[in-house]
C-alpha cells in the first residue's frame, strides 16, 4: 500500500515539474520573439529610413530637388511607408515631360530615381501661353516665357492652332497646315538641321521663313522641291561658315529651288 501510495505522489510531482518545464519554455520563447519584434522595429526605426535620394538621369527641364520633391519622398522617411510603384506614378503625373521613371529601394537606406524624357523639339503659342510639342506634334506640357524648354526650342508661328491639350496631337483649324509644319519638320530633322532652328513662320504657306542658329534668316518660298532647297540651305550655310568663320550670318534665299542667294551681313547690318 505504502509503495503504491510512493507511486502516486511521483506521478503527480512529475506533471507538475512538466507543466513547469513548459511554462518556462512558454516564458523563453516568448521572451525571444518578443525580443526580436523589439529588435526588427528598432532597426525599422534606425536604419530602413531614407537618408539618401539619388536622381540618376539628367534633365534639361527640372532641376534634381523638383525631381526629389515631385515624388514626395522625403529625408527620414520611413523605407516601408511608400510604395516605388505608387511613387513612379506620381512622378509621371506631375512632370509631364518624362514618359516613364524607375524608382528603385537600395536597402537600408538609399532611394534611386531614373526617368526617360519626351523630347520636346518646338513649341507654338495659343494667345499668351505656350505648349511644347513632341516631334510627332503632340502636346507634351504647358510652358512660361522662362521654362527652359521654350528658349531651347523651335518656335512654329503658326495662327491656326485650336487646341492644344497634353497627351494629344495639336489640333489646327487647317489640317492641310498641320501637314505643311510636319513635312517641313521632317525634313529639316533629316539634315541635321531642326536643332538649329530658332523659329519656323509658315502662317503663309507660300512664304515660308524660319531662322538657324540667330544668324541666318531664310526664306523658303513654299513647299515645292522642299527636300532640295532644305539641302541646298545646308551646303551654304556651311560653305560661308567654313570660309567667313564661325559668326558669319546673313539673310539667304531658296526660293527659287535649284539655286541660293546668299546675302551677308555686314558688321553694321548684323547690329541693326
Known sequence: MA???RRTISTSASKSMNLNRARKRFLVTFTAVLLALLFVLFLVE???VVRNIRVLTSSPFYTEEEVVSATGIELGEKMFAFSEEETRLELLRKLSYFSDATITKKYPSDVEISFVEIPGTM????FDEHYILAPDFSVIARATEDDLAVKTRMHVITEDVVRCVVGEKVVLRDEEQLALLEE???VLDSVGLAEQVEYLDAKNRFHITLNCSGRWEVDLGDSTE???KVKMLKGVMESATEEYGGQVGGKIDVTAGREAILQLYTDSAAQS
Open 3 to 5: 509503495r503504491g501510495k
Open 226 to 228: 522642299l527636300e532640295y
Open 184 to 186: 517641313i519638320y521632317s
Open 123 to 126: 513649341y507654338v503659342d495659343v
Open 46 to 48: 534606425e536604419f530602413f
